[in-house]
Protein backbone atom coordinates (compact mmCIF):
# COMPACT_ATOMS: atom_id res chain seq x y z
CA UNK A 1 0.00 0.00 0.00
CA UNK A 2 1.39 3.57 -0.77
CA UNK A 3 2.28 5.95 1.19
CA UNK A 4 -0.99 8.11 0.64
CA UNK A 5 -3.19 4.71 0.63
CA UNK A 6 -1.53 3.07 4.31
CA UNK A 7 -3.51 2.29 7.46
CA UNK A 8 -2.12 3.64 10.43
CA UNK A 9 -1.17 1.21 13.56
CA UNK A 10 -3.82 -0.73 15.25
CA UNK A 11 -5.10 -0.79 11.46
CA UNK A 12 -7.19 2.78 11.27
CA UNK A 13 -7.50 4.49 8.27
CA UNK A 14 -6.40 7.64 7.83
CA UNK A 15 -8.81 10.81 6.91
CA UNK A 16 -6.90 11.18 2.95
CA UNK A 17 -7.19 7.50 2.65
CA UNK A 18 -11.09 8.07 3.33
CA UNK A 19 -11.39 11.31 1.12
CA UNK A 20 -10.44 9.12 -2.00
CA UNK A 21 -13.79 7.00 -1.68
CA UNK A 22 -16.81 8.08 -3.67
CA UNK A 23 -18.20 10.12 -0.48
CA UNK A 24 -15.07 11.52 -0.07
CA UNK A 25 -14.13 12.70 -3.42
CA UNK A 26 -17.94 13.84 -3.32
CA UNK A 27 -17.24 15.77 -0.05
CA UNK A 28 -13.91 17.20 -1.19
CA UNK A 29 -15.50 18.88 -4.42
CA UNK A 30 -18.24 20.62 -2.25
CA UNK A 31 -15.15 22.02 0.25
CA UNK A 32 -13.32 23.07 -2.51
CA UNK A 33 -16.03 25.44 -3.78
CA UNK A 34 -16.91 26.28 -0.76
CA UNK A 35 -12.69 28.10 -0.33
CA UNK A 36 -12.63 28.77 -3.84
CA UNK A 37 -15.56 31.24 -3.31
CA UNK A 38 -13.87 33.11 -0.45
CA UNK A 39 -9.91 32.97 -2.13
CA UNK A 40 -10.45 35.34 -4.51
CA UNK A 41 -11.95 38.02 -2.04
CA UNK A 42 -8.39 37.77 0.12
CA UNK A 43 -5.11 39.59 -0.97
CA UNK A 44 -1.69 40.12 0.07
CA UNK A 45 1.71 38.48 -0.31
CA UNK A 46 1.77 34.96 1.53
CA UNK A 47 -0.84 32.63 1.42
CA UNK A 48 -0.70 28.99 4.43
CA UNK A 49 -2.82 25.95 4.29
CA UNK A 50 -1.79 24.28 7.73
CA UNK A 51 -2.60 20.64 6.85
CA UNK A 52 -3.49 18.21 3.46
CA UNK A 53 -6.07 15.93 5.13
CA UNK A 54 -7.45 14.57 1.38
CA UNK A 55 -7.23 17.64 -0.44
CA UNK A 56 -3.78 18.52 -0.90
CA UNK A 57 -3.52 22.10 -2.25
CA UNK A 58 -6.66 24.32 -1.66
CA UNK A 59 -5.00 27.38 -2.41
CA UNK A 60 -5.09 27.20 -6.25
CA UNK A 61 -7.75 29.66 -6.35
CA UNK A 62 -5.91 32.41 -4.67
CA UNK A 63 -4.55 35.16 -6.60
CA UNK A 64 -1.82 35.15 -3.84
CA UNK A 65 1.60 34.25 -5.64
CA UNK A 66 3.48 32.84 -2.62
CA UNK A 67 1.50 29.73 -1.31
CA UNK A 68 2.98 27.26 1.14
CA UNK A 69 0.78 23.94 2.25
CA UNK A 70 2.14 22.46 6.27
CA UNK A 71 2.03 18.72 6.99
CA UNK A 72 2.48 17.35 9.86
CA UNK A 73 2.72 13.90 8.80
CA UNK A 74 6.53 13.02 7.68
CA UNK A 75 5.55 10.35 5.87
CA UNK A 76 2.70 11.36 3.63
CA UNK A 77 5.00 12.86 -0.02
CA UNK A 78 3.50 14.83 -2.24
CA UNK A 79 4.28 17.40 -4.39
CA UNK A 80 2.19 19.87 -3.20
CA UNK A 81 3.93 19.53 0.49
CA UNK A 82 6.05 22.54 1.21
CA UNK A 83 6.88 22.14 4.70
CA UNK A 84 6.68 19.30 7.34
CA UNK A 85 5.92 21.03 10.89
CA UNK A 86 3.65 20.49 14.09
CA UNK A 87 0.53 22.84 13.50
CA UNK A 88 1.04 24.06 17.37
CA UNK A 89 5.11 24.55 16.62
CA UNK A 90 4.86 26.99 13.35
CA UNK A 91 8.22 27.57 12.21
CA UNK A 92 6.77 30.58 10.92
CA UNK A 93 7.59 34.69 11.62
CA UNK A 94 5.45 36.46 13.90
CA UNK A 95 3.11 38.73 12.05
CA UNK A 96 4.05 37.65 9.04
CA UNK A 97 0.94 35.63 6.66
CA UNK A 98 -1.75 37.47 4.89
CA UNK A 99 -4.50 34.57 5.12
CA UNK A 100 -4.18 31.07 6.53
CA UNK A 101 -6.71 28.11 5.75
CA UNK A 102 -7.12 25.09 8.22
CA UNK A 103 -8.69 21.77 6.55
CA UNK A 104 -10.39 19.80 9.37
CA UNK A 105 -6.65 20.48 11.29
CA UNK A 106 -8.62 21.12 14.40
CA UNK A 107 -10.56 17.93 14.36
CA UNK A 108 -7.74 15.86 14.68
CA UNK A 109 -5.54 18.31 16.44
CA UNK A 110 -4.46 17.25 20.27
CA UNK A 111 -4.48 21.12 21.15
CA UNK A 112 -6.99 22.70 19.05
CA UNK A 113 -6.84 26.12 21.42
CA UNK A 114 -3.03 26.43 20.60
CA UNK A 115 -3.06 25.84 16.81
CA UNK A 116 -5.42 28.91 17.10
CA UNK A 117 -3.19 30.86 18.90
CA UNK A 118 -0.41 30.09 16.54
CA UNK A 119 -2.70 31.26 13.86
CA UNK A 120 -3.28 34.19 15.77
CA UNK A 121 0.55 34.97 16.29
CA UNK A 122 1.84 34.27 12.28
CA UNK A 123 -1.42 36.34 10.85
CA UNK A 124 -0.92 40.18 10.16
CA UNK A 125 -3.26 42.40 11.88
CA UNK A 126 -6.15 42.18 9.35
CA UNK A 127 -5.07 38.64 8.25
CA UNK A 128 -7.68 36.62 7.80
CA UNK A 129 -7.86 32.95 8.53
CA UNK A 130 -10.32 30.00 6.85
CA UNK A 131 -11.54 26.94 9.02
CA UNK A 132 -13.25 23.94 7.21
CA UNK A 133 -14.46 22.02 10.35
CA UNK A 134 -17.43 19.38 10.47
CA UNK A 135 -20.83 19.83 11.65
CA UNK A 136 -21.82 17.61 14.91
CA UNK A 137 -25.40 19.04 14.42
CA UNK A 138 -25.86 17.28 11.10
CA UNK A 139 -26.07 13.58 9.39
CA UNK A 140 -22.27 12.84 9.80
CA UNK A 141 -22.47 14.23 13.50
CA UNK A 142 -25.36 11.75 14.13
CA UNK A 143 -22.95 9.02 12.48
CA UNK A 144 -19.67 9.86 14.80
CA UNK A 145 -22.19 9.77 17.33
CA UNK A 146 -23.39 6.23 16.75
CA UNK A 147 -19.83 4.93 16.32
CA UNK A 148 -20.12 3.36 13.14
CA UNK A 149 -16.70 2.13 10.48
CA UNK A 150 -15.06 3.10 13.96
CA UNK A 151 -11.79 1.83 11.97
CA UNK A 152 -11.87 4.89 9.70
CA UNK A 153 -10.20 8.12 11.89
CA UNK A 154 -12.43 10.37 10.37
CA UNK A 155 -15.23 8.88 12.66
CA UNK A 156 -12.59 9.71 15.62
CA UNK A 157 -12.21 13.07 15.30
CA UNK A 158 -13.44 16.08 17.53
CA UNK A 159 -15.89 17.78 15.94
CA UNK A 160 -16.46 21.12 16.84
CA UNK A 161 -19.54 23.15 15.87
CA UNK A 162 -19.38 26.29 14.31
CA UNK A 163 -20.97 28.42 17.13
CA UNK A 164 -18.04 27.55 19.47
CA UNK A 165 -15.26 27.89 16.66
CA UNK A 166 -16.31 31.79 17.00
CA UNK A 167 -16.35 31.64 20.06
CA UNK A 168 -12.85 30.72 20.16
CA UNK A 169 -11.96 33.13 17.46
CA UNK A 170 -13.66 36.02 19.41
CA UNK A 171 -11.37 35.49 22.13
CA UNK A 172 -8.34 35.15 20.25
CA UNK A 173 -9.05 39.01 18.51
CA UNK A 174 -11.15 37.61 15.65
CA UNK A 175 -14.08 38.55 14.38
CA UNK A 176 -15.90 35.65 11.73
CA UNK A 177 -16.94 37.62 8.40
CA UNK A 178 -17.70 34.91 6.43
CA UNK A 179 -20.00 31.57 7.86
CA UNK A 180 -21.02 28.69 4.94
CA UNK A 181 -22.72 25.45 4.84
CA UNK A 182 -22.27 22.83 2.68
CA UNK A 183 -22.97 18.81 2.14
CA UNK A 184 -26.64 17.68 3.65
CA UNK A 185 -26.58 14.47 1.95
CA UNK A 186 -25.86 11.93 4.59
CA UNK A 187 -22.57 10.09 4.63
CA UNK A 188 -23.14 7.26 2.55
CA UNK A 189 -20.93 5.67 0.00
CA UNK A 190 -23.45 4.07 -2.41
CA UNK A 191 -22.91 5.88 -5.40
CA UNK A 192 -26.21 5.41 -6.86
CA UNK A 193 -28.04 6.51 -3.73
CA UNK A 194 -26.22 9.61 -3.21
CA UNK A 195 -26.49 10.53 -6.78
CA UNK A 196 -30.10 10.20 -5.89
CA UNK A 197 -30.19 12.61 -2.90
CA UNK A 198 -28.36 15.23 -4.41
CA UNK A 199 -31.59 17.75 -4.16
CA UNK A 200 -30.98 18.00 -0.67
CA UNK A 201 -28.42 20.08 -1.34
CA UNK A 202 -30.62 22.73 -2.73
CA UNK A 203 -33.42 22.12 -0.41
CA UNK A 204 -31.28 21.94 2.49
CA UNK A 205 -29.69 25.42 1.96
CA UNK A 206 -33.17 26.72 1.78
CA UNK A 207 -35.22 24.84 4.43
CA UNK A 208 -32.48 23.95 6.91
CA UNK A 209 -28.89 25.63 6.43
CA UNK A 210 -27.02 25.08 9.42
CA UNK A 211 -27.30 21.30 9.25
CA UNK A 212 -25.16 20.90 6.49
CA UNK A 213 -22.34 18.49 6.74
CA UNK A 214 -19.00 20.75 6.54
CA UNK A 215 -19.12 24.64 7.61
CA UNK A 216 -16.65 27.45 6.56
CA UNK A 217 -15.75 30.23 8.75
CA UNK A 218 -13.65 32.90 7.66
CA UNK A 219 -12.40 35.76 10.39
CA UNK A 220 -10.13 38.78 10.09
CA UNK A 221 -7.33 39.21 12.91
CA UNK A 222 -8.13 42.56 14.86
CA UNK A 223 -6.29 45.19 14.76
CA UNK A 224 -5.02 46.08 18.10
CA UNK A 225 -4.98 49.83 18.91
CA UNK A 226 -3.91 52.25 21.54
CA UNK A 227 -6.55 55.15 22.27
CA UNK A 228 -3.90 58.39 23.53
CA UNK A 229 -4.93 59.38 26.94
CA UNK A 230 -5.00 63.31 26.83
CA UNK A 231 -3.19 65.41 29.88
CA UNK A 232 -6.38 66.72 31.77
CA UNK A 233 -4.72 70.73 31.71
CA UNK A 234 -5.69 73.02 34.60
CA UNK A 235 -4.67 75.96 33.00
CA UNK A 236 -8.14 77.16 32.88
CA UNK A 237 -9.16 76.73 36.55
CA UNK A 238 -5.64 77.99 37.99
CA UNK A 239 -6.55 81.15 35.53
CA UNK A 240 -9.70 81.34 37.56
CA UNK A 241 -8.41 81.18 41.06
CA UNK A 242 -6.18 84.09 40.05
CA UNK A 243 -9.22 85.87 38.61
CA UNK A 244 -11.19 85.31 41.95
CA UNK A 245 -7.87 86.58 43.66
CA UNK A 246 -7.42 89.64 42.36
CA UNK A 247 -10.92 90.30 42.86
CA UNK A 248 -10.68 89.70 46.59
CA UNK A 249 -7.75 91.67 46.64
CA UNK A 250 -9.45 94.75 45.12
CA UNK A 251 -12.45 94.50 47.51
CA UNK A 252 -9.92 94.01 50.46
CA UNK A 253 -8.90 97.32 49.38
Known amino acids: MSDNKRELPGGEIPVRTWYQTNLGQQLAASELALVEAQLP ?36 RKDDIGLYAKPHQLPIATDSIDALLLPHTLEFSED ?13 PEGHVLILGFNPLSFWGLRKLFGFSHRERLWRGKYVSMVRIKDWLSLLGFDAVECRYSFYRPPIQWAGLLGKLAFLESVGRRLWPILGGVYLVVAKKRVTTFTPIRAKWRTPHLVGVRVRTAESQTRNS
Open 41 to 76: NLFGYHLLQLGAVGHESLLRGSRIRHQLVIESDYSF
Open 112 to 124: PHQVLREVERVLI
